[in-house]
T-cell receptor
Framework: DAKTTQPNSMESNEEEPVHLPCNHS???????IHWYRQLPSQGPEYVIH???SNVNNRMASLAIAEDRKSSTLILHRATLRDAAVYYC?????????FGTGTSLTVIP | DGGITQSPKYLFRKEGQNVTLSCEQN?????MYWYRQDPGQGLRLIYY???????QKGDIAEGYSVSREKKESFPLTVTSAQKNPTAFYLC??????????????FGSGTQLSVL
């Protein structure tokens, strides 16, 4: 199973970009990389996912390294609503592995 | 509105008692999952099901049981064999499409505590 390494916590000023890194060095060639975020006492919410090339949606951008051993979630302008725990989850055969994630604090 | 409904939101279990957590989805998803989350920890997979009347164990299935008699329902029973059941339980579902690897949709969770 692919395992992940993420910083335990990060801080960002409001309205500044945030780059959340994730290492997944044991990922297999067919694993997608998903990102989810979770507010306290709530279920996680899907953010973005990709396989090889960079991806953009209305919430964020996902930059995937050429060797696929790492990826970076980019929030272009952090808001207070973006404060959450962010999980990077490689998927193997529709099984999703969730590590401990990165707790993002947004400073007003 | 389409989505996943978990109930109850809070549940208390007495020692030696079995309790069942409900999970219903109206998204017409084939796959359903149960995760356990302990404070400050990530999510650990308990069981998952990709088709009616079939399910597979995840990483921490001991002390839990599930059934999948209908596509839209995937209840989880926490048995008396689970000695440390206090945790936040999350149900999720997804389409099954290996070409695009569909995303997970989560319910709002059930907090289980032991009396």
């Amino acid at each position: 199973d692919a395992k992940t390494t993420q910083p335990n916590s990060m801080e960002s000023n409001e309205e500044e970009p945030v780059h959340l890194p994730c290492n997944h060095s044991t990922i297999s060639g067919t694993d997608y990389i998903h990102w989810y975020r979770q507010l306290p006492s709530q279920g996680p919410e899907y953010v973005i996912h990709g396989l090889t090339s960079n991806v953009n949606n209305r919430m964020a951008s996902l930059a995937i390294a050429e060797d696929r051993k790492s990826s970076t979630l980019i929030l272009h302008r952090a808001t207070l609503r973006d404060a959450a725990v962010y999980y990077c989850t490689p998927t193997t055969g529709n099984q999703f592995y969730f590590g401990t994630g990165t707790s993002l604090t947004v400073i007003p | 509105d389409g989505g996943i409904t978990q109930s109850p939101k809070y549940l208390f279990r007495k020692e030696g008692q079995n309790v069942t957590l409900s999970c219903e989805q109206n998204l017409n998803h084939d796959a359903m999952y149960w995760y356990r989350q302990d404070p400050g920890q990530g999510l650990r997979l308990i069981y998952y099901s990709q088709i009616v009347n079939d399910f597979q164990k995840g990483d921490i299935a001991e002390g839990y049981s599930v059934s999948r008699e209908k596509k839209e329902s995937f209840p989880l029973t926490v048995t008396s064999a689970q000695k440390n059941p206090t945790a936040f339980y999350l149900c999720a579902s997804s389409k099954l499409d290996r070409a695009t690897n569909e995303k997970l949709f989560f319910g709002s969770g059930t907090q289980l505590s032991v009396l």
